[in-house]
């Protein structure tokens, strides 16, 4: 990660592993906190849930596809939501943290997951949308919006996915031209493309191997 870093001409610790916990023991990650880690992520609401109690002081991302049935636990457990895929999940999110509060005492953070790699198995805002949707999710007070996320190609080899990252950051910088209250987060890259992730501009590598 810090090669790759140094590559894009970033400093060393300009990318964050968030280590995806998800089928791993809690005996495992404790070992993984011992060793000076402490950002972690799942993709499921209930394992979360069991997790989370068992291992904390950490830093809880959730990766994968919220239900809005589950959005009011996920409030409650994790310090930021990487998979926001519309608006309405948005401001079902806003609600909740304005009536329960959120983990951190302050706005809940989150990313907005687009499909840049124009998937249509993977969820997320299209380009379009997040164009003409974004100011709705920005001006939800009791949010934050840190940045945006995708999912590279999974076939091809690590370099397939780079186009797609190259398109995320290219629409990271045209919207926070325009309004700057989008983070400029991105979380991009996953075990087997998160070095061309980092070069490509990535903050957050989501790492599970």
Known sequence: MAAACVRSGRAPDAAVLVAISKTWSVDRLRLFQAAGHDVLGENRVQEAAQKIPLL?????HLVGHLQKNKAAKAVELVDAIESVD??????RL????????SRSGGPLSL??????????????????????ERADVLALPNLRVDGLMTIGIHT?????????FIRLRELSERLRAADERLGPGLSMGMTDDFEVAIEEGSTLVRVGR
């Open 56 to 60: 904390e002081p950490a830093t809880w």
């Open 86 to 91: 519309s608006v309405a999940l948005a401001t």
């Open 94 to 101: 806003d609600r909740l943290v304005g009536e329960r509060g």
């Open 111 to 132: 990313y907005l997951q687009v499909t840049v790699a124009e998937d249509p198995a993977t969820a997320g805002f299209d380009p379009p949308t997040l164009e003409r």
């Open 156 to 164: 091809g080899g690590e370099d397939a996915a780079r186009p797609t």
